[in-house]
């Protein structure tokens, strides 16, 4: 199995680099997205016209046991409050301290770079959205984290109503320490649905589910797609696929931490890990490591497959190569281990979610502690797509207000701009206002 790993490193001079990028780019693509027509797709328009229609609840009971395997009637979609105070006093007191700090690190950022409390200029307000919808997955692993990443930024922009829905695999219900962070946090309005169903009753509203302003939070192809489809109907934050990471390394990083973090995002599998480097003595360590390391996961046969067809270490002639091809990829998670060359690098990066920088800088500091949302841009959307943030959830409204002598200055300017259009009731709604 080791040897097979050996096709992942590849060098420039190659011409088959292109290719293999191209390769992983349509894998993760594909992990990302149904084809419009396939039978995925189909389906999918299926449960959102379902659920919309005179289905609603009943619709999420019907699909809730088919995908989810728990029969859920609608009096018991919500959490009860109890329930949720029960799940804070079974949490770990040392895992609820770590917990707590997490949040504090949160809000102490998303605070810092919240514009919704700074605007100078009279010309624009901001409002919170008033009804955020949280997709919080539940299926492999529970992700508490997403939780706090999504919904304390919500809060720091003043959203009122945040709604979170999980779906019910553990035990039944939503796992207890979901459920206890939500109690933290203030959030007792949680639903046990999840898949594109919970997206339709957060996007449509059932005979029980109120429907939201915006929906946000990870999840698998149905809960991307199904986001992908209510958008115009409600807002979203992004099209999220596999977690990705690209690290920048040269010869001054240190391989067993590069394989490392690159076997942390393919473990997500799908997830794709790539290393882009200008040294090919550290890309031949970093391989050896990962044969290494790989050999020592419980999870290894998966692991490496997930690495053969999500991952590659590609050397370049110099790191201004390195740098280019970065900012076409437009990585998730990007990492640079370049020594004292990192943060200088760092400024030549444009298009990444979010940059670690430094040999002690892994991606899960930001997945769990550092502040910033580890909800991220993936699949090179990070070049016009930004991490969640606090901002996200404020919405802007334009404020004009002219008296009588300013529009009296600018009449005969505006009165020939709408006649230039065609449009003579516009100029005359200026041309009457000059006639008293």
């Known amino acids: ?3 097979q790993l050996d096709k992942i490193l590849i ?25 419009d027509g396939s039978d995925e797709d189909k389906q999918l328009d299926n449960i959102l016209k379902k659920v919309s229609g005179r289905g609603g609840d009943a619709a999420i009971t019907e699909f809730t046991e088919n995908f989810d395997g728990a029969m859920l009637p609608s009096e018991n979609f919500r959490v009860a409050q109890k329930d949720l105070a029960k799940a804070r006093k079974g949490i770990d007191p040392i895992l609820l301290k770590s917990i707590h700090q997490a949040i504090e690190n949160v809000l102490k950022y998303q605070t810092e770079i919240f514009i919704g409390n700074k605007n100078t200029h009279s010309g624009i307000k901001y409002t919170p959205i008033e009804r955020v919808g949280i997709c919080v997955p539940g299926a492999s692993a529970p992700l508490p984290s997403t939780v706090i990443m999504t919904a304390v930024p919500a809060q720091v922009a003043g959203v009122k109503e945040i709604v979170v829905v999980s779906p019910p695999r553990y035990k039944g219900s939503i796992h207890p320490v979901i459920l206890g962070i939500c109690y933290e946090l203030g959030i007792d309005e ?36 199904a986001k992908r489809k209510v958008f115009g109907i409600v807002d979203i934050d992004s099209i999220a696929g596999p977690s990705e990471v690209l ?88 990492q640079i281990q370049c020594g004292a060359q990192s943060k200088a690098i760092a400024r030549e ?8 920088i430094g040999d002690y800088s892994p991606v899960a500091v930001g997945d769990y502690w550092a502040g910033p949302s580890h909800t991220l841009p ?37 009165i020939r701009l709408a006649e230039a ?15 008293d």
């Not at 293999?20 to 997205?33: D, G, M, W």
């Not at 996007?203 to 991307?224: D, M, R, S």
């Not at 699949?379 to 919405?395: E, Q, R, V, Y």
């Not at 259009?421 to 006639?435: C, F, N, P, T, W």
């Open 1 to 3: 199995m080791n040897n």
């Open 11 to 35: 060098s420039s001079s190659q011409p088959e680099w292109h290719a293999r990028l191209r390769e992983i780019h349509a894998a993760v693509k594909s992990a990302t997205y149904f084809e």
């Open 190 to 225: 949680i639903y046990r649905i999840g898949g594109a169903q919970a997206v339709a009753a957060l996007a449509f509203g059932t005979q029980t589910i109120k429907p939201v302003n915006k929906i946000v939070g990870p999840g698998n192809q149905w809960v991307q797609m």
């Open 247 to 334: 690290i920048i390394a040269n010869d001054k990083a240190n391989p067993a931490w590069v394989a490392a973090d690159m076997l942390s995002q393919v473990e997500h599998s799908p997830g794709s890990a790539l290393v882009f480097t200008d040294s090919e003595n550290i890309a031949q360590k970093i391989l050896e490591e990962l044969k290494i390391q790989i050999g020592r996961l419980s999870r290894k046969d998966s692991t490496n497959r997930c690495l053969l067809k999500y991952g590659a270490i590609i050397t370049f002639e110099n790191m201004e190569q390195v740098v280019k091809q970065t900012n076409f990829f437009a990585a998730e998670h990007l």
């Open 349 to 356: 990066v444009k298009n990444a979610g979010a940059i670690f």
């Open 378 to 414: 993936t699949g090179m959307t990070a070049k016009f797509f930004s991490p969640l943030s606090a901002n996200d959830f404020i919405k802007s409204t334009s404020i004009i207000e002219y008296n009588k002598e300013q529009l009296a200055e600018s009449a005969a300017d505006i």
């Open 421 to 435: 259009e065609g449009l003579d009731a516009h100029a005359k709604s200026v041309k009457i206002r000059q006639q």
